[in-house]
């Protein structure tokens, strides 16, 4: 089984930093892009980055410029820098990851972090 666990949300204020974190751990033979989502009471999920193997990335446009995602491919694990951060960037952040199981089986699946809060006070 595959598991994602993020780490680095919380408080902060208008204008402040965050950094969260989201490691893969179990059985698997790679990971393909990995990416960050986000959902905020009474809005849909939607998507914030997603970054590739090949660390090709791709922003929302109300992030860009403030947001950074990147990975570490050696620790399994994807990362987003959150700067200048907003009120309206409060909400639940949660990663995704297109998992290969199997070096034979050339699909993925697609696996979710429990999501960890971000609220931005004003």
């Known amino acids: 089984q595959v598991q994602l666990v993020e780490s680095g949300g919380g408080l902060v204020q208008a204008g402040g930093s965050l950094r969260l974190s989201c490691a893969a751990s179990g059985s698997f033979f790679s990971i393909n892009s990995m990416g960050w989502y986000r959902q905020a009471p009474g809005n849909q999920r939607e998507l914030v980055a997603t970054?590739?193997?090949?660390?090709?990335?791709n922003y929302a446009d109300s992030v860009k410029g403030r947001f950074t995602i990147s990975r570490d491919n050696a620790k399994n694990t994807v990362y987003l820098q959150m700067n200048t951060l907003k009120p309206e960037d409060t909400a639940v952040y949660s990663c995704n990851a297109a998992v290969r199981l199997r070096a034979s089986r050339s699909y993925t699946y697609d696996y979710w972090g429990q999501g960890t809060q971000v609220t931005v006070s004003s």
């Open positions: 970054i590739t193997t090949g660390d090709n990335t």
